[in-house]
């Protein structure tokens, strides 16, 4: 069994950056991060495989957005220019296998508790 646990989130003003981080304590194929805001359903953010050669994030974040990874194992979530539709608890999830459909949940054997982002202006 994989774990997954989440850091970097917090109150953060509108306009500013932060790095949200999830490391998973053993060996993944594809990570992904998936973010629910208050009173609305999951939804699929970015996706990345464990070379790092191969991402995608969804076209409501591109350009704001960028997903990396680091020794196969630690994923990245940068975020720029926070706004108010960004406020969610964000959720990193993970997969043994290569081949998923990046923006389905049941994809994703593993999950992290997730971690909230918040723009406090």
């Known amino acids: 069994q994989v774990q997954l646990v989440e850091s970097g989130g917090g109150l953060v003003q509108e306009g500013e950056s932060l790095r949200l981080s999830c490391e998973a304590s053993?060996?993944?194929?594809?990570m992904a991060w998936f973010r629910q805001a208050p009173g609305k359903e999951r939804e699929w953010v970015c996706g990345i495989r464990k070379s790092g050669i191969g991402r995608y994030c969804s076209d409501s974040v591109k350009g704001r957005f960028t997903i990396s990874i680091e020794n196969a194992r630690t994923m990245y979530l940068q975020i720029l220019s926070l706004i108010p539709e960004d406020t969610a608890v964000y959720y990193c999830?993970?997969?043994?296998?290569?081949?998923?459909?990046?923006?389905?949940?049941?994809?994703?054997?593993?999950w992290g508790d997730g971690t909230q982002v918040t723009d406090s202006s």
């Open positions: 053993g060996n993944i194929e594809v």
């Open positions: 999830a993970a997969s043994p296998r290569d081949a998923v459909k990046w923006g389905a949940q049941g994809a994703y054997e593993y």
